[in-house]
């Protein structure tokens, strides 16, 4: 089974795949990638390629968002996107070499260097040597550097070096060589030597010991294994990226797992190996491999499988997944459009069983909507040719049963040629089979057939007073438990029944063209649009969880609504969703509180109060004006707050950094001085003004996700000027010296 699903950033978005060093997020939530030639900043839409001067050595992102870069000759701050990394100045230089740039504890910025460490001076711009107790040691390796908190790695010689910079503590441990190397703590060291060898380096201990990589893996011949990154995910547990894929190590078992990630519901690709691992503020995991970016949150996610051939010609099961029922292993049976299947939950093995699996069995209709277990058989109801019985422990299949009589022979003919919608497992133990042209009863045990109504049905349900329901394209039928009709409901909606919940004592929500809720009291009905959002869409499945949210599958994405609150929140492919079809009555709760759900691509599996509200925040960012064509001055800090009256056609381009399906996001602005009022932008990251008149103006920017909780930019305000006939005193002197023409000309009164 998948541990994390991941998105994939690739050349299909600009950002190369060869040989990424290092990532790093600013906090306006750019994503900023390291190459030995370069860096690009990407923002979910957009790559800017920047060229560095020299082998690159790393990147950092301090607390005031200034980004820095080192070289192995120089280091680099960026200025702008004009004039992008600048050198700042450095003390010996000329022989020298240049590590990494880190934070000292207080947002100090410190270097290492072969020669030693070095402080910024921000009022200068240069840094200057820094005693940190080690001027002793000489030829300070640049090429490998590590820390945690206060305390920082280095090798020196011969020895592997822990220094904490806050009391100065220096300890070594003997070293041979070095191929790279992580901290976890302040106390151990994660280090692998060019012989492919990786040991645990033990300050606090004074010990190192070697690390068996047969326990970790255990089906690789060779014994080989090297780390590149570690990246902490909570108090015990660490991901290390490795030449043989991604790890989990917890550090309370002294236990290492590799990690089995998942992209579109299959495994990821062109995963043999990992290098750089970073783990944003937001809880979310960026990771290079040879396909590009992997990245994943380390929240609860949206789960999602799909069937893959793993060997040419392989049959295996269809993505196309209809219903689920459990058995007493908790593992799960499925059907789709072509066959059903066995699902064991625990090892992920999926064993298929197609619609004929040879000359002895029966040839079930491959296409099956109705599924239900009882603990003996699998009840199956495909869209044709009638009911099967499935018996796992003998691998046979039998019909069920009917009276001898002209009825049963009736029933059996018309059942045997029905379109099996649904089966619900009623609280007694019997089944109701809801089908095109008419409802069916199928006793337990005896697996005895009765046709209880006989006009067609989508679904049928029973609430906690045991009533039934039945959902068709015609309306809402209800009958008492013993299948007597009750009554039926008035017209809802379209009348085009789709599916319900109960929510409360005869308090229902009702799923057809839009939401509704349905009360009824001794046969009075009140019925009420819940909300506009879902008018037109089909709504295929209702359920509530121990929250009191609703899920809401359509044919048009799954929702989730907080009642009380009146808000919906919309998942997507960001989230791992199938697809946007959900089939009727497609959801599924599992015994352990897992919500299964089948799709036309493929199935999502959750626990859905791991599921949080989304409280994402946007940082708008205003990356570009343009005055009448020429954006170099405002991409070089040289732009003027006051512009010419002929200076008066702006373009404005801004974003708000955002990964999870960048499309999500709508853009509103306001120009006040000329309208202000927000002006909805939609999707688009720039806005035109022409011909703006003289005047103060303040321009602004807001995104949002969801249309309701708005983030708004730094303003922008600017002056444009009057033409110079325009100003007071040149029209004073012109009405002044028209006046002075004119009155020689005017005649005298008598």
Known sequence: MPDYHVQVLNESVGIRNYLILSIVKDKKDFLWILYHDGVQRFDGKRIKNFVIDGQTVSILCDKQNGVWVTTRKQVLKFTNDYRGFQPVK???????????????????????????????????????????????????????????????????????????????????????NIFSMQAINENKVLLSDWNYITY????????ISRIDSKQIFPFQKDSFFTIGRVAQIDANRYLISSQKGLLEYNIEKDSFKLLHLFYQGRPLQLMQSSNVIYKDDQQNVWMSYEGGIAYFSLKQQIGLVRSAATEPNQVTWNNDVRNFAEDEKRNLWFVTVNGFNYWNTTTGEIKIFPSRKNNTTPMIYPSIRGLAYDGKKVILGPTNFGLWLYDPQIDTYKRPVYTDDSAGIKIKSKLEGDFINHILTLKNGDHIIAARDAVYTLSKSTYFINEIYSGGAHFCYQDSRQKIWIGTGNGLHCLDSSYHH??????????????????????????????????????????????????????????????????????????????????????????????????????????????YIGGTNGINYFRPEDIGKRNEILHVSIVNMIVNADDSSFLNHSLPSQFKYFQNSLKMEFVAPYYNNPSRIRYRYKLAGFDDSWKENGTNTNVFFTSLPSGKYEFKVAASLNGTDWFVSDAIYFIITPPFWKNGLVLYFMRFTNLSFVLPFLPVPY
């Not at 090429?143 to 009391?167: C, H, M, P």
């Not at 645990?200 to 010990?207: A, E, G, I, M």
Request: hydrophobic share 40%.
């Open 90 to 176: 450095l003390i010996d230089t000329a022989s020298n070499s240049i590590g990494s740039v880190f934070l000292y504890p207080g947002n100090k910025i410190y270097l290492q260097t072969q020669n030693g460490f070095y402080k910024y001076d921000p009022a200068k711009n240069i840094f200057l040597p820094a005693d940190l107790g080690v001027s002793s040691l000489k030829k300070i390796s640049f090429r490998q550097f590590s820390s945690f908190k206060e305390t920082i790695f280095f090798k020196a010689a011969d020895s592997l070096y822990s220094l904490n910079l806050v009391n100065n503590k220096l300890k070594s441990l003997p070293l041979n």
């Open 486 to 595: 009750l009554f039926n409901v008035p017209a809802i909606g379209n009348n085009y029944m789709r599916s319900m919940y109960e929510y409360g004592p005869d308090e229902f929500f009702i799923g057809c063209d839009g939401l509704y809720s349905l009360s009824v009291d001794q046969n009075a009905f009140s019925v009420k649009k819940i909300n506009p959002f879902f008018d037109h869409l089909n709504l295929n499945f209702l359920f509530k969880d121990k929250l009191n949210r609703l899920w809401i599958g359509s044919d048009f994405g799954l929702f989730l609504y907080w009642p009380e609150q009146n808000k919906i929140q919309s998942f997507d492919y960001a989230d791992n969703l199938q697809g946007v079809g959900f089939y009727s009555q497609g959801a599924f709760i599992s015994s352990n509180g897992m919500v």
């Open 200 to 207: 645990w380096y033990d300050f606090n201990n004074n010990k």
